[in-house]
Nanobody, 123 residues
Framework: QVQLVESGGGLVQPGGSLRLSCTASVGLRNYAIGWFRQAPGKEREVVCAISSSSGATYYADSVEGRFTISRDNAKNTVNLQMSSLQPEDTATYYC?????????????????WGQGTQVTVSS
């Protein structure tokens, strides 16, 4: 069973950057990975996703141009580079995996989830 662990969250000032990592207990080469977030009192929403094979990506409109998802298969890791962070980016960020998946924005298609890492954007 694949286990996912997110890391890299923290407190950052508006306009700052953070890099989140999603590290797996096994190789991620055959897994699509999605990043999702949930703020207090709000529904979970997709941030971005990357396919298992083609490298195709999906970005929510709210993060397009500011966030970048990338794979490091040698390290069993998918990274989320976040820049120009704003207070509305404050949330718990989760990564999720789907075997042989593509860059799906739908959380229901991902069967393996990490515990989440908190990102707070505040001055």
């Amino acid at each position: 069973q694949v286990q996912l662990v997110e890391s890299g969250g923290g407190l950052v000032q508006p306009g700052g950057s953070l890099r989140l990592s999603c590290t797996a207990s096994v190789g991620l080469r055959n897994y699509a990975i999605g990043w999702f977030r949930q703020a207090p009192g709000k529904e979970r929403e997709v941030v971005c996703a990357i396919s298992s094979s083609s490298g195709a990506t999906y970005y929510a409109d709210s993060v397009e141009g500011r966030f970048t998802i990338s794979r490091d298969n040698a390290k069993n890791t998918v990274n989320l580079q976040m820049s120009s962070l704003q207070p509305e980016d404050t949330a718990t960020y989760y990564c999720a995996a789907a075997l042989y998946g593509t860059a799906w924005p739908d959380a229901e298609l991902y069967g393996i989830w990490g515990q989440g890492t908190q990102v707070t954007v505040s001055s």
